[in-house]
């Protein structure tokens, strides 16, 4: 393979992954951040987020990976420089392209005028037109030069899950590479030489839309799936069997119809919204995607309700299994718990709360509740509300308990002495 020189803009979830896989696959790869705590942790071959298998990526590739906070310095010095920084929403939904934008000014002025071609790849999850409309001419203000004459330009949006990122970097479903010009597209195919992947190649746009697309497909899934949850619920059917037999079409397919109490994560949620702010920008009424959202801000409420069939709130201490958006995560971004402890504070309950790793993450929204440092310690509590799917949790003896469960524990299900299910 031909090894390359690659700069890696951003050390969060997405720029981690990214940089240490590109490193596995045999590149050259600098890392750039702000937080030195971050750099120095990737230096010494530890990983800055929890993420299953990133640490032994780190750690075999230290002779390929350095670690800098000199933008301008790493651009100059490196072929190929994928921006990784985080695109948060802003209060209407409408994504923040602050980072993007000061990232792309940086990277113009460090362009310069060796003759050099450089390829910038715009991997930040941006709405469509954003890296024609934005991104490129900022590189060519700062720069002086234009796209695709003295420098390349790409789109390269990533589909990694968090609990299984470094897998589905290796085993990708596809490649999403949105380029305008055959040198870019070369330098990407030699980018992803070693990766034994489909590679699907479009115009920059279509592949930042074909991110969001995809994102907003499974939230509507995870919707509607919660949706026919709440109809089975009242007509005593248990909604995992019937998506099991419905995902048996292969039209359909199994995949995200886990109905429960909805979707959280830096992603789904953002992404949806973002979508929903860019059509109304573009006079498209979102009529799907808004109720994709209603249904998924309301599911957690369910969880709530059915405990208050069983118990008087006021003055009772709630247990809380599980604050991650999701198992194998420490990301506490947009977690259904947040919902659920706020509406059981609001009832007057006392929470005690617990997850094998997100609690130090959680702390802050929630500083007055108690967190308990093991998860029997929250069974002894007056009812059991279970937010996470943490695989330890099928482990607990949940007899003579009351457990109203959003993600279908199955032991639960099995021993508690009042168990409810929120779509079962």
């Given at each position: 393979m031909n090894t390359m020189h690659i700069t890696v803009i951003g050390t969060g979830y997405v720029g981690a992954v990214t940089g240490a896989c590109l490193a596995e696959m045999g590149h050259n790869v600098v890392f750039v951040g702000r937080d030195q705590r971050k750099l120095d942790l990737i230096s010494s071959g530890v990983s800055p987020i929890f993420e299953k298998g990133l640490d032994d990526l780190l750690e075999r590739n230290t002779a390929r990976i350095r670690t800098t906070t000199d933008l301008a310095g790493a651009v100059r010095d490196s072929e190929v420089t994928f921006v990784c920084v985080g695109t948060p929403s802003l209060e209407d939904g409408s994504i923040d392209l602050g980072q993007v934008e000061e990232v792309s000014r940086t990277i113009g002025k460090s362009l310069g005028s060796d003759g050099n071609y450089r390829t910038i790849i715009m991997k930040s999850t941006v709405l469509p037109g954003t890296t024609e409309t934005i991104v490129i001419p900022i590189l060519e203000r700062e720069s002086g030069k234009k796209a695709f004459l003295d420098f390349g330009v790409a789109s390269n949006p990533e589909f990694l899950k968090e609990g299984t990122a470094v897998e589905d970097f290796f085993y990708a479903d596809r490649v999403v590479i949105g380029v305008h010009d055959d040198r870019s597209?070369?330098?990407?195919?030699?980018?992803?030489?070693?990766?034994?992947?489909?590679?699907?190649?479009?115009?920059?746009?279509?592949?930042?839309?074909?991110?969001?697309?995809?994102?907003?497909?499974?939230?509507?899934?995870?919707?509607?799936?919660?949706?026919?949850?709440?109809?089975?619920?009242?007509?005593?059917?248990?909604?995992?069997?019937?998506?099991?037999?419905?995902?048996?079409?292969?039209?359909?397919?199994?995949?995200?119809?886990?109905?429960?109490?909805?979707?959280?994560?830096?992603?789904?949620?953002?992404?949806?919204?973002?979508?929903?702010?860019?059509?109304?920008?573009?006079?498209?009424?979102?009529?799907?995607?808004?109720?994709?959202?209603?249904?998924?801000?309301?599911?957690?409420?369910?969880?709530?309700s059915l405990l208050e069939r069983h118990l008087e709130l006021r003055g009772k201490t709630?247990?809380?299994?599980?604050?991650?958006?999701?198992?194998?995560?420490?990301?506490?971004?947009?977690?259904?718990?947040?919902?659920?402890?706020?509406?059981?504070?609001?009832?007057?309950?006392?929470?005690?709360?617990?997850?094998?790793?997100?609690?130090?993450?959680?702390?802050?929204?929630?500083?007055?509740?108690?967190?308990?440092?093991?998860?029997?310690?929250?069974?002894?509590?007056?009812?059991?509300?279970?937010?996470?799917?943490?695989?330890?949790?099928?482990?607990?003896?949940?007899?003579?308990?009351?457990?109203?469960?959003?993600?279908?524990?199955?032991?639960?299900?099995?021993?508690?002495?009042?168990?409810?299910?929120?779509?079962?």
């Amino acid at each position: 393979m031909n090894t390359m020189h690659i700069t890696v803009i951003g050390t969060g979830y997405v720029g981690a992954v990214t940089g240490a896989c590109l490193a596995e696959m045999g590149h050259n790869v600098v890392f750039v951040g702000r937080d030195q705590r971050k750099l120095d942790l990737i230096s010494s071959g530890v990983s800055p987020i929890f993420e299953k298998g990133l640490d032994d990526l780190l750690e075999r590739n230290t002779a390929r990976i350095r670690t800098t906070t000199d933008l301008a310095g790493a651009v100059r010095d490196s072929e190929v420089t994928f921006v990784c920084v985080g695109t948060p929403s802003l209060e209407d939904g409408s994504i923040d392209l602050g980072q993007v934008e000061e990232v792309s000014r940086t990277i113009g002025k460090s362009l310069g005028s060796d003759g050099n071609y450089r390829t910038i790849i715009m991997k930040s999850t941006v709405l469509p037109g954003t890296t024609e409309t934005i991104v490129i001419p900022i590189l060519e203000r700062e720069s002086g030069k234009k796209a695709f004459l003295d420098f390349g330009v790409a789109s390269n949006p990533e589909f990694l899950k968090e609990g299984t990122a470094v897998e589905d970097f290796f085993y990708a479903d596809r490649v999403v590479i949105g380029v305008h010009d055959d040198r870019s597209r070369k330098v990407m195919e030699q980018v992803y030489e070693p990766l034994d992947a489909p590679v699907f190649f479009t115009t920059l746009r279509t592949s930042e839309m074909i991110k969001y697309t995809s994102n907003a497909f499974l939230a509507t899934k995870i919707s509607f799936a919660n949706e026919i949850g709440n109809l089975c619920k009242k007509l005593g059917i248990d909604s995992y069997e019937v998506f099991e037999g419905v995902g048996m079409d292969s039209r359909i397919g199994h995949q995200f119809f886990r109905s429960g109490i909805g979707f959280g994560g830096s992603c789904f949620p953002k992404d949806v919204r973002a979508l929903i702010a860019h059509a109304r920008a573009t006079g498209i009424e979102p009529f799907i995607l808004d109720a994709v959202m209603e249904r998924n801000e309301a599911q957690p409420a369910n969880l709530v309700s059915l405990l208050e069939r069983h118990l008087e709130l006021r003055g009772k201490t709630i247990g809380v299994l599980g604050l991650a958006f999701k198992p194998d995560s420490d990301d506490v971004r947009e977690s259904r718990a947040v919902p659920v402890i706020r509406a059981l504070l609001r009832e007057g309950a006392r929470v005690v709360a617990f997850d094998p790793i997100a609690a130090d993450n959680f702390r802050p929204l929630f500083p007055d509740i108690r967190y308990a440092g093991t998860a029997k310690e929250v069974l002894d509590a007056d009812a059991v509300l279970i937010v996470t799917e943490w695989k330890e949790f099928e482990d607990l003896d949940y007899r003579g308990k009351i457990v109203i469960d959003g993600r279908r524990i199955a032991r639960a299900r099995r021993e508690a002495a009042i168990y409810e299910g929120v779509c079962w």
